[in-house]
């Protein structure tokens, strides 16, 4: 596995990390907690060494999953967890970041991760109640005392990346970033660049969306966060296959998989930017895992770009109570 160095942080990592979080919450019922501890730590084998969850996924179930997990292998492994969310109450309530709270939410984390200190804590969305400069300065406290290592923000707007850098350096950034979102490609990302700020993108395969595996006809679970999704509507489905077509078309001349070539665009984005594709087989994730070894020269990369900016994606990435908290 090659490694990367999100940004100028100096925290380097495997260039696919896993997001842990569809092992507890968000798409469907929870995955046997067994099986996961062995997929994670088959990941650990198969040389990742960057792992997300988040104090709300579950909540709390995650942390502990991953904890558990990644015990035997804590020195080799870096553990990206977030706070953010108020789920006192065991549900994903508000956003919340008054410092008070950031503080109690690290040392119940620490327990539940099983660890000393955090490699990565991000927020998980920009609160609008806390100005940001407190936010990055209570992490900074955080630091100094030896409970998190580096500070991160997630789906956060370049004026708060830019106002909490001045703080406290941000390590990375995390947002969602693929073929079919690519609105980062904007703002965010030249400014990531001009800071020296790593990009972790999560739902690389948009939410499983450019597998190949999803068409008008799936059906998902009851609690499965895709049934909220304007973009995974029926009819947006059917229309935004016309996307799956074009990197099938693509993988099928490369001799890989369309989740293959959906990574190894990323990863030719820039070399500061780390996947986190999320998963529960283990077939999957060695599949994620190939992408590290597909190759795509400029010129594939113009060809794909060209066919890909032909299609308009129909539908909205996430509901409008969600997407009010992106961006800020």
Not at 9 to 15: D, F, K, R, T
Not at 251 to 269: C, E, G, N, S, V
Request: proline share 6%.
């Amino acid at each position: 596995m090659q490694k990367r160095k999100l940004g100028k942080s100096g925290l380097e990592v495997s260039a696919l990390g896993l997001g842990c979080m569809s092992m507890s919450f968000g798409y469907g019922p929870a995955a046997d907690k067994q099986e996961m501890i062995s997929l994670i730590r088959k990941a650990v084998e198969l040389g990742v060494t960057f792992f997300d969850t988040a104090e709300v996924y579950g909540p709390f179930t995650n942390e502990e999953l991953v904890g558990e997990a990644l015990a035997p292998v804590r020195n080799q492994v870096v553990i990206a967890t977030k706070f953010g969310f108020d789920c006192d109450n065991g549900k994903q309530g508000p956003v919340n970041s008054q410092p008070e709270r950031i503080k109690r939410v690290v040392d119940a984390s620490l327990k539940r991760l099983k660890i000393e200190t955090i490699d990565l804590l991000y927020q998980h969305r920009v609160d609008p109640n806390v100005p940001i400069e407190d936010v990055a300065g209570t992490v900074k406290e955080l630091v100094q005392q030896g409970k998190v290592k580096h500070f991160g923000m997630s789906e956060a707007g370049v004026q708060s990346i830019r106002r909490a850098h001045a703080v406290l350096p941000v390590a990375a950034l995390q947002s969602e970033y693929s073929l079919w979102w690519r609105e980062p490609e904007a703002e965010v990302l030249p400014t990531l660049e001009e800071l020296g700020i790593g990009f972790v993108p999560f739902s690389p395969l948009g939410k499983g969306f450019l597998t190949g595996a999803i068409n008008e006809n799936t059906k998902f679970a009851s609690d499965d966060f895709r049934n909220k999704v304007p973009r995974f509507s029926e009819e947006n489905r059917k229309a935004n296959q016309a996307l799956v077509e074009v990197v099938k078309k693509f993988a099928d001349r490369k001799k890989a998989t369309p989740a293959q070539i959906a990574l190894a665009w990323l990863l030719a984005q820039k070399p500061w930017i780390v996947p986190i594709p999320g998963t529960t087989k283990l077939h999957r994730l060695q599949e994620n895992i190939g992408a590290v070894s597909v190759q795509l020269s400029p010129e594939d990369l113009r060809e794909l770009e060209s066919a890909a900016s032909k299609i308009v994606v129909q539908g909205a990435r996430y509901p409008e109570h969600l997407q009010k908290l992106v961006g800020r």
